[in-house]
């Protein structure tokens, strides 16, 4: 029987991608529209997750997305995602995403995400990934925080579909 492959997290990871903010992505508050950070994210979750599994991926859920702080006019963004763990078709991605102004060279940390994908085969089925190789100490501690997650979405998702087995009785 073979092992199922596997790959370490630095084949997939996005490192301080970087974005310019200009005035059109700014709010009523002038700070950086949050969605449009959050669609960035998930798009970046996506090239992730593809990487990782060499297939085609879908967001399955988002989940945790915490703004930190404010975004402002003249930030530049760095978005980094890495691969925190795979479990049969899905797998976590998280985002840590800094504003750094381009002129100091300061960074705020301004918001964490996990998203989970599922990858599809060519007929749009659910099909296995390769398993996470995490490197490092704190690889690891997301490797493992990503199973608690994982626990807690599924502990979720069970208590709900009580509650509506309930109602519908």
């Known amino acids: 029987m073979s092992e199922k492959p596997s790959k370490p997290v ?9 974005y310019k903010v200009f005035p059109n992505d700014m709010n ?14 998930d798009r ?14 879908v967001t399955a859920a988002v989940d945790s997305i915490h703004f930190r702080a404010p975004a402002k006019g003249n930030d530049t963004l760095l978005f980094s995602l890495s691969l925190n763990r795979s479990w049969g078709s899905s797998m976590e991605i998280g985002a ?11 960074t ?24 996470v190789i995490p490197e490092g100490g704190a690889q690891k501690r997301r490797f493992e925080n990503a199973e608690i997650r994982r626990e807690g979405r599924l502990k979720t998702r069970a208590q709900l579909a009580k ?6 009785a």
């Open 108 to 131: 705020r940390h301004i918001l964490s995400a996990f998203f989970t994908f599922v990858a599809l085969d060519a007929n749009d089925k659910p099909v296995d990934v390769p398993a």
């Open 163 to 168: 509650v509506a087995d309930n109602k519908g």
């Open 28 to 41: 009523a508050h002038d700070t950086v529209f949050g969605g449009m950070i959050m669609a960035k994210c």
């Open 44 to 57: 970046l979750a996506l090239v992730v997750a593809e990487r990782h599994s060499a297939h085609v991926c």
């Open 10 to 18: 630095s084949a997939s990871a996005i490192e301080k991608h970087v």
């Open 96 to 106: 840590r995403v800094e504003a750094e102004n381009s002129y100091t060279g300061e």
